[in-house]
């Protein structure tokens, strides 16, 4: 939630109210739900009213009275469609957003599911009677190419009249209404242009402004439900009911009944309610709703699940471990809802702009219209002619959609591949970032070693001793261990140690066939009785390896040394790929931050292809050493959200991935849904083409006004000029905002 509304809750007498959330259809345009919105909240107990253009959703106290906020919404031409989804506690949802709304994600996926045909019926109604009104209106237009001179011209004027009203209609209501009380928006301006041009006689470039005016408010429409349908289909995974398991006996219950400790038993092709853990069963799941990975995951008993995925091939019996609107799936659909309504400063820079933009266009085409002819003594027709072609110039609607459609499509997009963007803003500066800073232990490597090299003097017993003495230990190392010998040889059999003994600092003592062997640290070595030159040899081998970064596991008997292994923190699969084309996104430079010592950092750089390392930092010193690459450049910060948390809030962006952990969730700007870092060159391309889209859109907007209003200086400007100019840009910003919603994701969707 923004500053600037936490702060108007706060100052609010309405804290204590429930909030009932409402889906709103027919907005027609961000501003005029920005002035609608400000209308409502000046009704009583309406302080904390919101409406939210991006998300077509209305949120206020059940207070307010409902026929006034109908009416005020039906001034233009929208309605509310649904009954309340939802109720929620106003403080406690500025106090604790995430915490507190959780049924209110819980909420909208029922609504998602037992509401969506509704939902679709009145879209595609709306849209389907302004396309009939549309298409009766152009019959009309061009009736009159047929029969100008043919036929009386009243009966051509009643042609254009009629093809006018259906078309614009509602432009004229709201635009009247507007005049009324000296409000000065894009239907203000329309409005008095159409009645400026038929004043004139000017009924033929009046009706196609009317026409094409009606058919840019479609397409506004169109391409605002598209994204929000995208949005919707996206949010549609949430489970509805589950199958309760109890004393041997299925329940089917809503997801809101079910507790912690709770048994559900899910079906194939069933969701599973929420997240928990297997306790009975087998089968892969498909984790799309989290991760945005389309292959399913073999799950086990004990493995955790989350709430969403859904069960392909086998019956599952779940112990949940969190009520719904405490899982991961509600978490990420109120985080992904509130992403809609939050301002970038793009947008808020344009909704300034806006405000007192179209009051100085009326400003600047009356002054067109009265100075020539009363100072220079022009003809007042012509430059009537030009002061009405200025104000359909002036109309603000394509730079008001300039960012809107292009922000939610991104946002959409990255959602549905599992990449949890929480705002605009963070979706901006994802697109702007030169550098990323990453974590080493658990993002560029898997947080888990791995044998990397080893030397072989006793190649009979060094296998045999090191197998022998590690099968049964639990120490990380000692798995990394055994899964290199698995690997070598699958087949092989280990002897069952006598006498073990677990030496602090060093390793583990054991007796096998009679004799002692040591296996452990380099410290082990000081147990061999062998000749000065071979440990003098060994002793050089461990110090070649330790340089390299490598942590020494040795094994040892009595009279010499057996052989070592060289572990180290096992990279990443995808990582140097990810790093390659991080670069390749523009990137201009990554740095690895790790507390790890020297060598072995230097070692994961050179592996992964990171240009600078930082090691041996301590957690403040992460974050100092973030705050100074963000003074240079627009620096990302990218860890697993869980010890991270210090540098990410300190970069200009956080970027966790932990695969839905609630830590990674609630510290990050940016949310990699899945365990790898595979879909963030993807997400960063993404980001980078709505920005440029959305600079695109600005730039087409402001040239195309600029270009037409120059033209009145010699008297160019036509009504036809500046109805191409007007819709013809806004047409262009809606299509080049819906093509972030286009193509395969092939990026982002590699598979690593």
Excluded at 75 to 87: E, F, K, L, N, Y
Excluded at 456 to 479: C, N
Excluded at 659 to 678: N, P, R
Aim: aromatic residues 6%; glycine residues 8%; hydrophobic residues 40%.
């Amino acid at each position: 939630m923004s500053k600037d509304n936490h702060q108007h809750a706060q100052s609010s007498p309405e804290t204590s109210d429930e909030l009932i959330e409402y889906r709103v259809q027919g907005l027609s345009c961000p501003n005029c739900t920005r002035e609608m919105q400000e209308e409502i909240q000046k009704l009583d107990h309406g302080n904390n009213a919101r409406l939210s253009y991006n998300s077509g959703k209305l949120t206020l106290s059940p207070h307010v009275n409902l026929s006034r906020v109908e009416t005020i919404l039906k001034s233009d031409g929208a309605r509310i469609v649904h009954a309340p989804q939802t109720a929620l506690s106003a403080a406690s949802a500025e106090v604790q957003p995430i915490h507190s709304l959780h049924s209110h994600g819980s909420a909208q996926g029922d609504d998602q599911e037992h509401g969506h045909d509704h939902a679709h019926e009145h879209s595609h109604g709306g849209i389907g009677s302004m396309k009939w009104l549309l298409s009766i209106s152009a019959v009309f237009y061009l009736s009159t190419f047929l029969l100008e001179g043919k036929v009386a011209e009243p009966v051509v004027i009643a042609l254009y009249a009629g093809a006018m009203i259906l078309s614009g209609y509602t432009t004229f209501l709201r635009g009247l209404r507007n005049l009324t009380r000296f409000k000065f928006n894009m239907d203000t301006l329309m409005t008095v242009a159409l009645v400026g041009a038929v004043i004139i006689g000017e009924w033929r470039e009046a009706t196609l402004v009317a026409i094409l005016f009606g058919l840019n408010e479609l397409l506004e429409g169109y391409g605002m439900n598209r994204a929000r349908q995208s949005m919707e289909a996206l949010l549609a995974a949430a489970p509805k009911e589950a199958e309760l398991w109890k004393d041997g006996q299925t329940q089917r219950v809503p997801i809101e009944s079910l507790t912690p400790g709770d048994v559900v038993r899910v079906r194939p092709g069933e969701k599973i309610p929420s997240d928990g853990a297997i306790t009975q069963g087998t089968g892969a799941v498909n984790e799309a709703a989290i991760t945005g990975e389309s292959v399913p995951v073999t799950k086990r008993e004990g493995d955790a699940v989350f709430g969403g995925s859904v069960s392909t091939d086998g019956v599952l019996y779940i112990a949940i471990s969190k009520a719904y609107e405490d899982s991961s799936l509600a978490k990420i659909m109120h985080l992904v809802q509130e992403a809609q309504d939050s301002k970038t400063p793009t947008e808020l820079f344009i909704d300034k702009f806006a405000k007192y933009y179209t009051p100085a266009i009326m400003i600047i085409a009356l002054a067109v219209t009265l100075i020539p002819p009363l100072l220079l003594n022009q003809p007042w027709m012509t430059w009537i002619y030009q002061g009405l072609s200025i104000l359909i110039v002036g109309c603000p609607c394509s730079l008001v959609l300039s960012s809107p459609i292009a922000l939610v499509s991104g946002m959409t997009r990255a959602a549905r591949n599992g990449i949890l963007i929480k705002g605009g803003v963070h979706l901006e500066q994802l697109g702007r970032l030169e550098a990323i800073a990453f974590d080493k232990t658990g993002t560029l490597t898997k947080g888990e070693p791995a044998v990397y090299a080893e030397t072989v003097y006793d190649e009979t017993k060094f296998y045999a001793v090191v197998g022998a003495l590690e099968q049964s230990s639990l120490h990380p190392l000692a798995k990394a261990v055994m899964k290199h010998l698995e690997i070598k040889n699958p087949q092989c059999m280990f002897n069952e140690p006598q006498q073990i003994t677990v030496l602090p600092g060093e390793g583990i003592r054991a007796e096998i066939g009679g004799k002692l062997f040591w296996v452990g640290s380099e410290e082990v070595l000081q147990h061999v009785n062998g000749p000065q030159d071979h440990i003098s040899s060994v002793e050089e081998d461990i110090r070649r390896m330790k340089s390299q970064g490598y942590t020494i596991v040795a094994a040892v008997s009595e009279d010499r040394v057996l052989g070592q292994f060289g572990l180290a923190d096992e990279i990443r699969p995808e990582t140097a790929t990810v790093v390659s084309k991080l670069h390749e996104a523009g990137i201009t430079d990554t740095v690895m931050l790790t507390g790890d010592h020297e060598q072995s950092a230097q070692a994961i750089a050179k592996q992964s292809g990171v240009a600078r390392v930082f090691a041996s930092l301590l957690p403040e010193q992460k974050v100092a050493k973030i705050k100074e690459l963000s003074s240079r450049k627009k620096t990302g910060m990218v860890g697993d959200g869980i010890n991270d948390a210090p540098a990410l809030a300190a970069a200009d962006l956080g970027i966790a991935m932990g695969k839905g952990t609630d830590s990674a969730i609630e510290t990050a700007d940016v949310v990699l849904m899945q365990d790898h870092l595979g879909k963030l060159p993807g997400a960063i391309k993404t980001a980078r083409r709505v920005n440029q889209i959305i600079k695109w859109n600005i730039g087409l907007s402001l040239s195309l006004k600029a270009i037409a209003l120059l033209l009145t200086i010699p008297g160019w400007l036509t009504l036809w000029i500046a109805i191409i100019s007007d819709m013809g840009a806004t047409i262009i910003v809606t299509l080049l905002g819906l093509t972030i919603l286009l193509g395969k994701d092939q990026e982002l969707k590699s598979g690593y």
